[in-house]
């Protein structure tokens, strides 16, 4: 098992498609994909490059009413909570605009935090838009607003379309005149007909939900306010490294208190599982979800439900409904007059109700693993043991990715589990144009770490900032260096650490993947160790111009790039150096044949290390 061509080993572990693919296939496909990152990156940077050269509006410190405020919270606070909430408000007191991205498992407390810059912000005389994707969320939120206002003169209006045409128009001309302090909406407060007096913070809500055109006018409002984005399907770190110095990131991985993990069941439908969780959930005094996600005959599964369960008050939901008839049923609901709801996915995003503990997801097969983890993040919000029952049909041949999401959300039922199904999600399908139309697609093609580097370096190259060449750095050498099932035997927890070796750059990268293994697997194996100094390796040569390192017998060639920028001087100063055990033929891609003396690994790292020296010189 020695090692192979390393060239692009982060996509390669990727995207298994990869290896279908011919060398000059490969080759197109990354130009078109790095053609597409650039000018996601222009578009990016130049977006920000507007906000960074604008001082923003600094707000005064905490006052009375602020710490009044913020003691009339029901609730424990959680350490990540407090640490969120302090970088929000250090955000908004200094002279920068603020961009913070709070990312948090689904009932981890981001609404709070966003309630807390809303106050700060009111204070200030200056107004604030809080942008839901659905409307039954927007409902939700703007009640959660009016009763944690409700002691201070802090006038919230509600613009979606559970107001009538008339309360509406009364919001919109309040709102102009800078009668209105929040307006909390969906897609309606991006309306041409929506103007503010002052606005000064916009709060989003799962920004990825909103389309395109919306996504337009959230860029042009962000140009001069504070933004607060909240999301529950976090941004993977190596993302959020890709984009340093553009948005800042708070993260809420603490559980609130005597929260419990939600127990997942994925099995064929079976009406008597049905009737037995329903009744129950009805037993001890609790609500029950059914989703079905077909608006066609919903009334019919929700009279099939009455029929099974005679005793369970039973309605059904869908975003197809009227207005006032989704209000009144959302409305009995919540209120505990229903105890079965038949809902399609409209209840996915953002539903808070505590007294909702079971689940049963009709055709569970047929939803995304992001989705299926929104939806299943509706219930366990309270000390009581909740209960997910995700069903497909009897007598169904699953297709595989259908069964590694379900696999997956049954795998991950853990508190915080959040970070490990969006990576899980962007490994089964992608995660595609972040800023424009294509919600999948470029990240598939190449690899989700491959992306991540290209936009990283198409952001500094936009930025003025010089990057290295376009090439490619392989390695392969007749040693063992990979990670064994006697030592990783979870084939997902192996395929995130390969990739996270693959994106070893410096030596503190090596030495924190190091400390992780330790801490997590224990001590690694010869073959572990190796598979880390060649990534390490490969970073290195990488710096100084090397294309290909390449062991045949006890030699190794060291292939450089064809417009390699060393100090030349430093050529002769090598022969010298390491004598009879070193060529150097000067062809049109120059040549080093190294006869390596002592251990393998730290011979060519320590002469990698020398052509990284002699690149730096030449700078």
């Known amino acids: 098992r020695h090692t192979r061509c390393l060239s692009d080993w982060s996509s390669d572990v990727c995207s298994s498609d990869l290896n279908k693919l011919g060398t000059q296939e490969w080759n197109k496909t990354k130009s078109k994909v790095r053609g597409a990152v650039k000018n996601i990156a222009k578009e990016l940077v130049e977006l920000y490059a507007v906000r960074q050269e604008k001082e923003g509006y600094v707000c005064g410190p905490d006052t009375v009413w602020q710490r009044e405020f913020e003691e009339m919270f029901p609730y424990e606070e959680t350490e990540d909570q407090l640490s969120a909430i302090e ?33 700060k912000e009111v204070q200030e005389s200056r107004q604030v838009a809080y942008l839901a994707p659905t409307t039954i969320l927007a409902q939700q939120i703007y009640n959660t607003f009016v009763q944690r206002m409700k002691e201070f003169p802090v006038r919230v209006e509600l613009l979606c379309r559970f107001r009538t045409p008339a309360q509406q128009k009364k919001a919109i001309e309040d709102l102009k005149k800078g009668q209105v302090d929040v307006i909390i909406g969906t897609h309606r407060v991006l309306s041409k007909d929506v103007q503010f007096k002052n606005l000064g913070l ?3 809500d799962e920004e990825q939900r909103f389309g395109v055109a919306h996504k337009e006018k959230i860029k042009q409002l962000k140009k001069d306010v504070d933004v607060l984005t909240l999301t529950a399907t976090p941004i993977p770190r190596t993302l959020h490294m890709s984009l340093i110095g553009i948005r800042d990131m708070s993260v809420l991985e603490e559980p609130p208190m005597d929260r419990m993990p939600i127990q997942t069941y994925v099995m064929e439908y079976d009406e ?5 969780a329903i009744n129950r959930e009805l037993r001890r005094g609790g609500q029950v979800y059914y989703v079905y996600n077909r608006v066609t005959d919903i009334a019919d599964v929700a009279l099939r439900i009455a029929k099974l369960v005679p005793d369970a008050r039973v309605d059904f939901a869908h975003g197809q409904m009227s207005e006032r008839e989704l209000e009144n049923v959302m409305y009995a609901f919540v209120n505990g007059d229903i105890d079965v709801l038949v809902s399609t996915t409209i209840i996915e995003t953002g539903l808070d109700i505590s007294n909702v503990n079971t689940m049963i997801i009709h055709d569970s097969d ?6 299926l983890y929104q939806l299943r993040g509706r219930i366990g919000r309270s000390n009581r043991t909740a209960y997910a029952f995700l069903m497909y049909r009897q007598n169904v041949m699953l297709k595989e990715t259908a069964e590694k999401r379900l696999a997956a959300i049954r795998e991950y039922t853990d508190l915080g589990s959040g970070f490990k199904i969006a990576m899980r999600d962007l490994e089964l399908r992608g995660a595609g144009n972040l800023l424009g139309a294509q919600q999948h697609g470029h990240m598939n093609a190449v690899g989700y770490d491959l992306y991540c580097k290209m936009l990283s370096e198409a952001v500094k190259e936009a930025k003025g900032i010089h990057t290295m060449e376009d090439f490619e750095t392989s390695i392969d050498l007749n040693i063992d260096a990979f990670i064994p099932d006697s030592y990783i035997s979870n084939e997902f927890q192996k395929l995130d650490i390969y990739k996270r070796i693959a994106g070893i750059e410096t030596q503190q990268d090596y030495d924190d993947m190091l400390e992780e293994l330790l801490d997590r697997f224990g001590e690694p194996g010869k073959a572990v160790l190796n598979l880390l100094a060649i990534a390490k390796l490969k970073a290195i040569a990488h710096q100084g111009y090397v294309t290909e390192i390449k062991q045949t017998g006890k030699s190794v060639r060291i292939t450089l790039y064809e417009k390699a920028k060393l100090n030349p001087e430093g050529i002769p100063l090598l022969m010298q150096k390491y004598r009879r055990s070193l060529q150097f033929k000067n062809e049109q891609e120059p040549k080093f044949i190294l006869e390596p003396q002592g251990s393998l690994i730290p011979a060519l790292t320590e002469f990698a290390e020398e052509l990284k020296n002699m690149a730096e010189e030449c700078v």
């Open 272 to 276: 008597e599982t049905v009737r037995e």
């Open 87 to 119: 970088d929000a408000k250090r955000d908004m007191e200094s002279t920068k605009i603020m961009d913070r991205l709070i990312c948090g498992d689904v009932g981890y407390g981001k609404t709070e935090v966003a309630l807390r810059a809303a106050f």
């Open 366 to 371: 047929k939803y995304g693993l992001s989705q």
């Open 202 to 204: 916009l709060i989003i």
